[in-house]
């Protein structure tokens, strides 16, 4: 009799640590908390900056600046923490609040309810569209002459998307002639060589490149999707977002933003 209640008390027991075990999981968070953040005295900030004039690395002085970078040296300051700008590819920056790589994700990121099925946004803070960007001596003016062409985007963003979706999709251009690069500036490489004969890719962007007297470049056609940029933070971190949306609300109150949007061509 002894026996077998010590035999039950003793299953019981690692039955209940079984049980603990696996309910203690979902507590653990796969991201730092605002607190947590403020306690490491820095915020890591993952970015795709190959992008002008969002982030972009710049080789004369060794820092990365832009639109986007200004508005999180504004928050890790407001903050009172360090910036550490982590520099990967657009596609790896966008699941970085997930995987824990960084705490939160700021590269022109347009919030879209797709995305916001895996991970949260700030408020927006900038509104943008697509823009089909060619060589001056294109004869490309329309969406229409966009047919039968070869058109270059970055892959995983909302020009990737827009481009498979109303001209693929649509049988007007082939699957062979939707060329998707890892990052803008091998687009932008190959439109120059002429390998393609379009890029499509947010506003701010082709514009910056059509002003760059480095290349002969135009916008030919602007398609309004009216996105809205906003700073990445991992689904369930609400103090943090909180937080940021606070400082992005003041930016925009006290004018430093439209500043920065200035300062940058993109007002
Ligand atoms: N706004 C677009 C998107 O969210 C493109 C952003 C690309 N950003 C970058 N730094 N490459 O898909």
């Known amino acids: ?18 049980i ?10 796969s ?25 972009i690395y710049n080789a004369t002085t060794h820092q990365y600046e832009g639109v986007d970078i200004e508005i999180v040296q504004r928050i890790a300051d407001e903050l009172g923490v360090q910036l550490e700008i982590k520099p990967m590819l657009f596609d790896a920056v966008l699941a970085s609040t997930q995987s824990g790589q960084a705490d939160i ?19 927006p803070y900038y509104s943008a569209n697509q823009a089909v960007l060619v060589k001056k001596t294109s004869d490309i003016n329309t969406i229409g002459d966009l047919t039968g062409k070869k058109i270059a985007v970055q892959v995983a963003t909302t020009g990737a998307i827009w ?17 998707q690069y ?18 499509v890719c947010d506003t701010p962007v082709a514009i910056n490149y059509a002003r760059n007297a480095d290349y002969s470049f135009r916008v030919a ?11 990445e933070i991992a ?8 937080a940021i949306n606070n400082i992005i609300a003041e930016m925009k109150a006290d004018g430093s933003l439209h500043a920065i949007l200035v300062k940058w061509g993109c007002a």
């Open 1 to 18: 009799m002894y026996a077998l209640v010590a035999i039950m008390l003793v299953v019981g027991l690692v039955a209940g640590y079984a």
């Open 20 to 29: 603990g075990a696996t309910l203690a999981k979902p507590d653990q968070k």
């Open 31 to 55: 991201y730092a908390t605002l607190d947590q953040i403020l306690e490491s005295g820095k915020i890591v900030v993952a970015s795709d900056t190959t992008w002008a004039p969002f982030e």
């Open 105 to 123: 994700a700021i590269s022109s990121i347009t919030i879209t309810s797709e995305r916001q099925k895996t991970v949260d946004f700030s408020d």
């Open 163 to 179: 481009v498979d979706e109303h001209l693929v999709q649509t049988g007007n251009v082939s699957q062979s002639n939707f060329i």
């Open 182 to 199: 890892q990052d803008i500036p091998s687009a932008i490489a190959s439109l120059e060589q002429g390998t393609v004969d379009a890029v």
């Open 221 to 231: 056609v602007t398609i309004i999707t009216n996105e809205d940029y906003g700073v």
């Open 235 to 242: 689904q369930g971190n609400l103090a943090l977002k909180y």
